[in-house]
Nanobody, 126 residues
Framework: QVQLVESGGGSVQAGDSLRLSCAVADGSLSSYSMGWFRQAPGKEREFVAAISRTFGHTTYASSVEGRFTISRDNAKNTVYLQMNSLKSEETAVYYC???????????????????WGQGTQVTVSS
């Protein structure tokens, strides 16, 4: 079992920025492709961004493209999500997730991941 520990959530005003972090506790980040999802009350968990294990290819939801940036620092075993120009409708619990194993699955859906963090709350006030 891989433990993912998120941090960096909080309450901000619309237009502000936040940076979320996700630490892989056992030091094995380089073994995983990583993703960020979010879930607002009463809504399904939705894809935000992902970064591949091998070449660091990134993918974004169209709603965050150009405003959010996912990155990884394998030496620090940490994945980041830089969120700029936040909107009130982006208030949600944000989760990081890890995909391991030899068989590649989609990084765009929750079922493509093997491990999840506990989530961190992001609240954006208008």
């Amino acid at each position: 079992q891989v433990q993912l520990v998120e941090s960096g959530g909080g309450s901000v005003q619309a237009g502000d920025s936040l940076r979320l972090s996700c630490a892989v506790a056992d030091g094995s980040l380089s073994s995983y492709s990583m993703g960020w999802f979010r879930q607002a009350p009463g809504k399904e968990r939705e894809f935000v961004a992902a970064i591949s294990r091998t070449f660091g290819h990134t993918t974004y939801a169209s709603s965050v493209e150009g405003r959010f940036t996912i990155s990884r620092d394998n030496a620090k075993n940490t994945v980041y999500l830089q969120m700029n120009s936040l909107k009130s409708e982006e208030t949600a619990v944000y989760y990081c997730a890890a995909q391991g194993g030899p068989i590649l699955r989609s990084l765009l859906v929750p079922t493509g991941y093997d491990y999840w963090g506990q989530g961190t709350q992001v609240t954006v006030s208008s």
